[in-house]
């Protein structure tokens, strides 16, 4: 079964940082993008950032830039989102998505994790 | 950034009715390779999303036909041909064409 688990959410205050992990399993992991998307409470979904599936080539939201970094382990199947200068307006539910090609753009996320939550407090 | 701009914000439907969702985006999507890249999620309640649509039209494993899309250029639609309780949720339409990825405002869709 193709499934994507995050981990690492909690409560951090303001400045202060945080490492999300999201591990896969049921697919060819390095063939495949990978993104972070979030949902604000009471918000809609925002795309945040996208890494392609050796890794090499990454890709953030603005929101995000110089705060946030994306990467994976292609040998442990895992993605990683390191969050500094966290900022109260990052509270957010994240959630790990497998990308449907190799590139993290021109593309659809067809596998969603069930999210991990991090407050900023 | 490209703008995605989804109507109406919210939906109250009977079951067995049909529903439709629109979405514009502030470019064009289609690519040079002919493609268009906008796709359509459903968020239920306490679950993850889930992709509906991909490609403007294109139904992905496991969603009924009573789903579809369709549109070009700017101007995309989700029709849902009649509604049941089960597909309560908010919609959002998304495009991949240009990074970062965008994603429209919502729809709630709610039973009558």
């Known amino acids: 079964e193709v499934e994507v688990v995050e981990s690492g959410g909690g409560l951090v205050q303001p400045g202060g940082s945080l490492r999300l992990s999201c591990a896969a399993s049921?697919?060819?992991?390095?063939?495949?993008?990978m993104t972070w998307v979030r949902q604000a409470p009471g918000k809609g979904l925002e795309w945040v950032l996208g890494?392609?599936?050796?890794?090499?080539?990454?890709y953030y939201a603005d929101s995000v830039k110089g705060r946030f970094t994306i990467s994976r382990d292609n040998s442990k199947h895992t993605v990683n989102l390191q969050m500094n200068s966290l900022r109260a307006e990052d509270t957010a539910v994240y959630y790990c998505?497998?990308?449907?090609?190799?590139?993290?753009?021109?593309?659809?996320?067809?596998?969603w994790g069930k999210g991990t939550t991090v407050t900023v407090s | 950034d490209i703008v995605m701009t989804q109507t109406p914000l919210s939906l109250s439907v009977t079951p067995g009715q049909p529903a439709s969702i629109s979405c514009k985006s502030s470019q064009s999507l289609l690519h040079s390779d002919g493609k268009t890249y906008l796709d359509w999620y459903l968020h239920k309640p306490g679950q993850s999303p889930q992709l509906l649509i991909h490609e403007v039209s294109n139904r992905f494993s496991g969603v009924p036909d009573r789903f579809s899309g369709s549109g070009s250029g700017t101007d995309f639609t989700l029709k849902i041909s009649r509604v049941e309780a089960e597909d309560v949720g908010v919609y959002y339409c998304?495009?991949?064409?240009?990074?970062?990825?965008?994603f429209g405002g919502g729809t709630k869709v709610e039973i009558k």
């Open positions: 049921g697919f060819s992991f390095a063939g495949y993008a």
């Open positions: 890494i392609s599936g050796g890794g090499t080539s990454t």
């Open positions: 998304m495009q991949s064409k240009q990074l970062p990825g965008t």
């Open positions: 998505a497998k990308g449907s090609n190799y590139y993290a753009y021109y593309y659809y996320l067809d596998v």
